[in-house]
T-cell receptor, first 111, second 116 residues
């Protein structure tokens, strides 16, 4: 079945550092890919998405590119802030109504 | 507007109580979902309603009973829960466009449930 693998955390960075959170997936067809962010004590917020190969999703300085050849959707940000501290989930959906999540990566940004 | 609202924000209940969680969306979405999330884990799908009909039940115990009164509302009725049911319960919705594409799910803030 479909699966998503994320790099284990926690990831600890200093403010203004470059962020990469790796995400790879396994799917039988052509999934849509998502990054969700969960701040402490809150629900999940959609951060960005991409629906086909070579699409780049972007939002709030975060970017991820749908790479079919490497089955990857790595999340990047050029300069992180303390306010970016949260849990980041990579996810896919292939047939509309089932989201398959990765385990989540905790990001901690120090000032 | 991509807002899904959930009430209450926090709920504490005993094992013999009956309570309900509520979810509402006004985006015209035709699919709604309940998820359960334990600490430091990703959400786990419980139920899916599509066009107000239950389409997926992920083998959830009968002490959880979903209800979809109309296309904007989703309830989760709770009865005789166990302490291990304590978790964050998330509602989500998506637009079932019917084009065969994959829908984007939008989540609410969740209800933090504690069962004593």
């Amino acid at each position: 079945g479909d699966s998503v693998t994320q790099m284990e955390g926690p990831v600890t960075l200093s403010e203004e550092a470059f962020l990469t959170i790796n995400c790879t997936y396994t799917a039988t067809g052509y999934p849509s890919l998502f990054w969700y962010v969960q701040y402490p004590g809150e629900g999940l917020q959609l951060l960005l998405k991409a629906t086909k190969a070579d699409d780049k999703g972007s939002n709030k300085g975060f970017e991820a590119t749908y790479r079919k050849e490497t089955t990857s959707f790595h999340l990047e940000k050029g300069s992180v802030q303390v306010s970016d501290s949260a849990v980041y989930f990579c996810a896919l959906t292939e047939y509309g109504n089932k989201l398959v999540f990765g385990a989540g990566t905790i990001l901690r940004v120090k000032s | 507007d991509t807002e899904v609202t959930q009430t209450p924000k926090h709920l504490v209940m005993g094992m013999t109580n009956k309570k309900s969680l509520k979810c509402e969306q006004h985006m015209g979405h035709r699919a709604m979902y309940w998820y359960k999330q334990k600490a430091k884990k990703p959400p786990e799908l419980m139920f899916v309603y599509s066009y107000e009909k239950l389409s997926i039940n992920e083998s959830v115990p009968s002490r959880f009973s979903p209800e979809c009164p109309n296309s904007s509302l989703l309830n989760l009725h709770l009865h005789a829960l166990q302490p291990e049911d304590s978790a964050l319960y998330l509602c989500a919705s998506s637009d079932r466009s019917g084009t065969g594409g994959s829908d984007t799910q939008y989540f609410g803030p969740g209800t933090r449930l504690t069962v004593l």
